[in-house]
């Protein structure tokens, strides 16, 4: 069992930054890959990055490649994603999660995290 508290959301003006951070407790991250999601309202939940169980292999969605950066530390026992030129597209509630491989599908996670309000303003 696994669980996982994210930090560091908040409201931010567009071109910002923002550094989430997911600690976890129970067990060790470097067991399990770990992803970011993100969700609005009304949609379903996004992948936003994916690191590997060792820390050396990442993924990101297009719309984030490039601003956002994912990375762990396995011997805090946390992941951080570090968001920056943030667009008001970027507006979501973001959710780290926990699972077995590098995955972009949320099914693929098995824990998961309550989850931070993130707002960049125009």
């Known amino acids: 069992q696994v669980q996982l508290v994210e930090s560091g959301g908040g409201l931010v003006q567009a071109g910002g930054s923002l550094r989430l951070s997911c600690a976890a407790s129970?067990?060790?991250?470097?067991?399990?890959?770990m992803g970011w999601f993100r969700q609005v309202p009304g949609k379903e939940r996004e992948f936003v990055a994916a690191i590997s169980r060792s820390g050396i292999f990442t993924t990101y969605a297009d719309s984030v490649k490039g601003r956002f950066t994912i990375s762990k530390d396995n011997a805090k026992n946390t992941v951080y994603l570090q968001m920056n030129s943030l667009k008001p597209e970027d507006t979501a509630v973001y959710y780290c999660?926990?699972?077995?491989?590098?995955?972009?599908?949320?099914?693929?996670?098995?824990?998961w995290g309550q989850g931070t309000q993130v707002t960049v303003s125009s």
């Open positions: 999660a926990a699972g077995g491989d590098l995955e972009y599908r949320p099914s693929a996670y098995v824990y």
């Open positions: 129970g067990r060790t991250l470097s067991s399990y890959a």
